[in-house]
């Protein structure tokens, strides 16, 4: 099948191009970009005229930063093509509750992807917890945002969702593993005073969960979940790629290649079967977040 790409940047070029590349089910048959391109493929700089002139693509797959992604949305689904979203799947709930109505009216498939909960060990460790009792929870998600974002001012400005940009990837597989429901209860965000969006970020939710935020890492990244069970304790390490269980790695390893084709995979199932996938509960904690929070003013960030 063939697919375009739109926003030509850093998780296009990172993960989309490769994933597509070694794809059996994909043909990257159109890309649109005002600055970015891929060696070998027509390149647009207007989705309004890849749409018009490229009638045989019958998907698109949207790697635009949130707020300037809903027009492009609504376009491909205007032309009553299949879409596909990265994460956080729109800026608002009620942006991406109006795209998956587009979709159904269309009749197009709609895919809003967390890329997360492909990781390698998730799978393992929702099986793992089934029956489970969870006593208490701990989310540490801290990266250095000038290597995991470089330049991208979008990020700190209203909208950008800030630490919640990566943040949002720890709930999405917290919500995916988890035998009960969740929400919040108190939150906390730091704001650099010349920014609009929280540098760093900590959560607390029911189940005696806790999730810590935070850009201003330095060095290697953390992204672990830890959770003391009836059964002993648990960790997810490495954004999802390892299970640890008491303390023993049981599941994984230790690379975060695996996503990408796994969400292009099932982007193919849901075209193939006519179907949707639009779980916007990770979303619904940071709107929530954004909504109970406590703000402390930080100290300025430029990158
Ligand atoms: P990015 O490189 O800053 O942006 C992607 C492309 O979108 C840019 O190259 C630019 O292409 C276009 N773009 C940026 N701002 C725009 C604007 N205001 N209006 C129109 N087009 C604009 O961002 P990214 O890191 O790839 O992230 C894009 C999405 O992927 C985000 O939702 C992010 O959460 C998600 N994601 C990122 C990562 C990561 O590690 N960075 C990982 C997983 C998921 P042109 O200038 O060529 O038009």
Known sequence: MQIALVGIGKIALDQHVPALAASPDWDLAATVSRNGRVPGVEAFSSIDEMLATRQEIGTVSLCLPPVPRLAAAQAVLRAGRHLMLEKPPGATLAEVHALRDMAAAQGVSLFATWHSRMAQAVAAAKAWLVGRTIHEGRITWREDVRKWHPGQDWIFEAGGMGVFDPGINALSILTEILPEPVHLTA??????????????????????????????????QTWDMEFLTDAGPIALRMGGNILEIDGVQAEGRNSIMGEYPALYHRMARLVRNGSSDVDLVPMVLVADAFALARRTTADPFEF
Do not use: C, W, Y
């Open 187 to 220: 939150a906390e965000l730091d704001v650099p005073a010349n920014r609009q969006a929280p540098i760093a970020a900590r959560l607390s939710l029911t189940g005696g969960i806790t999730a810590d935020f935070d850009f201003r890492q330095q060095g290697p």
